[in-house]
């Protein structure tokens, strides 16, 4: 059974960074477009950054030019690189595929941005 292990949120100051990985438990085949999505209470999750098998990316605008996701398919891991963190991206992050399977939602991981 597929599940994600997302890793890395944590609080940090506006303009701060961080970087998020997301491993994979179980077997999933590497053509699978991969993607981050974040949620905020109250409200929907969202996806925010994809990429796929052979490394196209989409961004969400709000979020392009500051997010970086990346992949490494030897390790089946997925990784957010966030810079220059705005107190709007506070959120639990997660991954999955593209589009999303109910099962494959992880825990998450909280990124909280605050001064």
């Known amino acids: 059974q597929v599940q994600f292990v997302e890793s890395g949120g944590g609080l940090v100051q506006p303009g701060g960074s961080l970087r998020l990985s997301c491993a994979t438990s179980g077997s999933l085949a590497n053509i699978y477009r991969k993607g981050w999505y974040r949620q905020v209470p109250g409200k929907q999750r969202e996806l925010i950054a994809t990429?796929?098998?052979?490394?196209?990316?989409y961004y969400k605008e709000s979020v392009k030019g500051r997010f970086t996701i990346s992949r490494d398919n030897d390790t089946d891991t997925v990784f957010l690189q966030m810079n220059n963190l705005k107190p709007e991206d506070t959120a639990v992050y997660y991954c999955n595929v593209v589009p999303s399977r109910g099962p494959y939602w992880g825990q998450g991981t909280q990124v909280t941005v605050s001064s």
């Open positions: 990429i796929s098998s052979e490394w196209s990316t």
